[in-house]
């Protein structure tokens, strides 16, 4: 059983930086696009950035410049670097499969506060 295991998030103030990662279990990864995803408290999950097996990259309008995915396929693992965090970024971040989507993940939880 596939598993993507999520880590990283944490509690930031305004203008702060994270960097999540995102394990899998897999075998390999190299050949699948990977997306990295948020849930906030009422809200439905949204995807926020995704990048394809060959490395391009696509964000949501809300973090495009602030946030960056890159992926490294010797550790089966994708990042999130998370730069200018604001309130509205606060949520669960999730990881998965683009095209064929596993079970969710527990996520990790990214709180922005002063």
């Known amino acids: 059983q596939v598993q993507l295991v999520e880590s990283g998030g944490g509690q930031v103030q305004p203008g702060g930086s994270l960097r999540l990662a995102c394990a899998s279990s897999?075998?390999?990864?190299?050949?699948?696009?990977m997306g990295w995803y948020r849930q906030a408290a009422g809200k439905q999950r949204e995807l926020v950035a995704g990048?394809?097996?060959?490395?391009?990259?696509n964000y949501a309008d809300s973090v495009k410049g602030r946030f960056t995915i890159t992926r490294d396929n010797a550790k089966r693992t994708v990042y999130l670097q998370m730069n200018s965090l604001q309130p509205e970024d606060t949520a669960i971040y999730y990881c998965?499969?683009?095209?064929?989507?596993?079970?969710w993940g527990q996520g990790t939880q990214v709180t922005v506060s002063s």
């Open positions: 998965n499969f683009r095209s064929a989507p596993i079970a």
């Open positions: 897999r075998n390999s990864i190299s050949s699948y696009g």
């Open positions: 990048i394809s097996w060959d490395g391009k990259t």
